[in-house]
């Protein structure tokens, strides 16, 4: 499938894929970084076993794209919903709701109020919300411990107030955004249409008004040719001539009609087409 045709579904997925390698290494290079300078105990294991599963679905999705696979926006919602749970399960096995790296919900929040459509966007906002409150309700995890010292209970309900308000302002104003933009790119693509199909109807009309300019002269040489003929002859052949004559005057009168027809429905169309400035 050459990048001309490829389908919308088709070019957010790759891009998921691309994201997500940068995802996985940056995940990686952080987990070793904080288990060499933090005091409490990582579980670099686990932690690095939920980042080799999300690498394996990332080559798996990516060599099926490879392959020619053709992806649909569930696909796309699938793999972002993908991405929000093994970020819940890293953040649940290093610190929870602590972690600060559980601003990341935000990011795929927005990626899919982009990308996705409404329905996905909506759930994929609320599995976010959901995995950071239960993170917040979970035990104390490795570096809970250090935050519970310095946060009391209304600061943490507060971090979670803002969380699902800031989760819900930029999925809406990212969905609404992006919705007025596709819109508007239909309106233009309608736009385009109705102004190719009036510049090919004029076209037409052109052509069917030069055509029958090209046939009324030959017609017109055998109307005179006939009259001709119907005066130098007698009887059942005379008739025969003139018949000749009204059936070609009939045929010069049909043709000019027809031409007429297109050009006032060329001018029309031309007259009713919107301009881009109104658009």
Known sequence: MSPSVESAARINLRWIVRLRWGAV??????????????????????????????????????IWLLRGGNPTERAAGLNLLGDVLALTALLALSGGAYNPFAVLYLVHITIGAVVLPTRWSI??????????????????????????????????????????????FIGIFTLRMSGSLRRREAELDRTRSDAEAAERLAALGTLAAGTAHELNTPLGTIAILAGELAAQLDGERRAEAEEIRNQVQRCKEI?????????WKSRRSSRSRPSWKQR
Do not use: D, K, M
């Open 25 to 62: 290494a940056g995940q990686v290079i952080t987990i070793l970084f904080a288990a060499r300078i933090l005091r409490e105990a990582l579980p670099v294991a686990p932690l690095l076993a939920v980042c080799g599963a999300l690498a394996l679905v990332n080559l798996a999705t990516h």
């Open 123 to 168: 759930a994929l906002t609320v599995t976010s919300i959901v995995a950071y409150t239960l993170l917040q309700l979970s035990p104390e995890g490795p570096l809970l411990s250090l935050g519970a010292v310095e946060h009391g209970s209304l600061h943490l309900r507060g971090r979670w107030v803002a969380f699902v308000v800031a989760a819900v």
């Open 255 to 263: 043709i000019t009609r027809r031409a007429a027809v297109r050009t």
